[in-house]
């Protein structure tokens, strides 16, 4: 009787152990079948397209073949040629004439190409000859400012020269090749003379050299 007594509890035992083992099994292959949810951060990126408009585009263009170059200006403007000047101004002569209502807005924008220049430095030296003289005929003394500036895709110098006396200011935009100095300036309205008025930069961006 005791043997089965104690048979009965090895049985209930073992099938206890077993069992316990099964749930410990269970257990431990569920928590590792099972998967962290995966968290995936995506950085949207906005892009902005920004439809800079070219004003020139509708201009028109002026060539020269005999130097070799063209560039653009408005539509309604006008080019006079006088030997080695090219003028561009934002009225004709007729204009000019019959405007009645007190002195008229006038526009002009000159380019002078030289060819008694041998070079870009040459130029620069003659302003300053030129403001000893100015100075000695009573106009006062006179500060010359150059920065480098590229046009056509030439390098070469904004020279802005600006008087004591009135304190007013001249910019003039020089560039030298084969020979020929190209020179740029504001003749009209006065309030431009520095050069930073928005007609005279547009139309420098347009200047090239023919190939």
């Given at each position: 009787?005791?043997?089965?007594?104690?048979?009965?509890?090895?049985?209930?035992?073992?099938?206890?152990?077993?069992?316990?083992?099964?749930?410990?099994?269970?257990?431990?292959g569920?928590?590792n079948?099972?998967?962290?949810?995966?968290?995936?951060?995506?950085?949207?990126?906005?892009?902005?397209?920004?439809?800079?408009?070219?004003?020139?585009?509708?201009?028109?263009?002026?060539?020269?073949?005999?130097?070799?170059?063209?560039?653009?200006?408005?539509?309604?403007?006008?080019?006079?040629?006088?030997?080695?000047?090219?003028?561009?101004?934002?009225?004709?002569?007729?204009?000019?004439?019959n405007?009645?209502?007190?002195?008229?807005?006038?526009?002009?924008?000159?380019?002078?190409?030289?060819?008694?220049?041998?070079?870009?430095?040459?130029?620069?030296?003659?302003?300053?000859?030129?403001?000893?003289?100015?100075?000695?005929?009573?106009f006062?003394?006179?500060?010359?400012?150059?920065?480098?500036?590229?046009?056509?895709?030439?390098?070469?110098?904004k020279?802005?020269?600006?008087?004591?006396q009135?304190?007013?200011?001249?910019?003039?935009?020089g560039?030298?090749?084969?020979?020929?100095?190209?020179?740029?300036?504001q003749?009209?309205?006065?309030?431009?003379y520095?050069?930073?008025?928005?007609?005279?930069?547009?139309?420098?961006?347009?200047?090239?050299?023919l190939?």
């Amino acid at each position: 009787m005791q043997n089965k007594a104690f048979s009965k509890i090895l049985i209930i035992f073992i099938v206890v152990f077993l069992g316990g083992l099964l749930i410990l099994f269970y257990f431990l292959g569920s928590k590792n079948s099972k998967t962290e949810p995966t968290t995936l951060l995506e950085q949207q990126t906005t892009f902005t397209i920004i439809t800079i408009q070219d004003e020139t585009a509708d201009w028109q263009t002026y060539k020269n073949e005999e130097y070799g170059f063209e560039m653009k200006y408005p539509n309604n403007w006008h080019v006079e040629l006088s030997n080695y000047q090219i003028e561009f101004r934002n009225m004709s002569i007729e204009e000019i004439k019959n405007f009645s209502d007190g002195l008229p807005p006038i526009e002009r924008i000159e380019l002078q190409i030289k060819t008694w220049y041998s070079s870009l430095a040459e130029w620069e030296d003659e302003f300053e000859e030129q403001m000893v003289l100015m100075k000695e005929a009573g106009f006062g003394d006179a500060l010359i400012e150059k920065e480098e500036i590229t046009v056509g895709g030439l390098s070469g110098y904004k020279i802005v020269v600006s008087f004591s006396q009135d304190e007013s200011s001249k910019a003039y935009v020089g560039i030298f090749k084969e020979g020929k100095l190209y020179e740029f300036n504001q003749l009209e309205p006065i309030e431009c003379y520095s050069g930073n008025c928005g007609t005279f930069s547009q139309i420098l961006s347009t200047f090239r050299f023919l190939e």
